[in-house]
Nanobody, 125 residues
């Protein structure tokens, strides 16, 4: 059974930083793209960032996080991470990690096979 466990969320003041972690068990993720999505109260789940499988060199970011968030992976730990800097109150949401069906990045939720349960990020003003 594949499990994704996110951690690192919490309460932070605007301008602060958090690093989210996603540890995957039950399958190897080295050749699969990984992504982070988020869902704010009353809104749909939206794409945040994705990193390609294998090398992890190619990355994609939503416009609203470019320059502030960085996605990266560690295949030796079967994990992915999201470094979030310069946080804003509008970044408040539950953040979800996802494993793609294939190597290529995609912004579509349909491209992701496995999902974590989410970790809450709250940014106070």
């Amino acid at each position: 059974q594949v499990q994704l466990v996110e951690s690192g969320g919490g309460l932070v003041q605007a301008g602060g930083s958090l690093r989210l972690s996603c540890v995957v068990s039950g399958r190897t993720i080295s050749t699969s793209a990984m992504a982070w999505f988020r869902q704010a109260p009353g809104k749909g789940r939206e794409f945040v960032a994705a990193v390609e499988g294998s090398s992890g060199l190619l990355k994609d970011y939503a416009d609203f996080v470019k320059g502030r968030f960085t996605i990266f992976r560690d295949n030796t730990k079967n994990s992915a991470y999201l470094q979030m800097n310069s946080l804003k109150p509008e970044d408040t949401a539950v953040y979800y990690c996802a494993v793609a069906y294939g190597r290529d990045r995609t912004r579509s939720r349909l491209g992701y096979e496995h999902w974590g349960q989410g970790t809450q990020v709250t940014v106070s003003s």
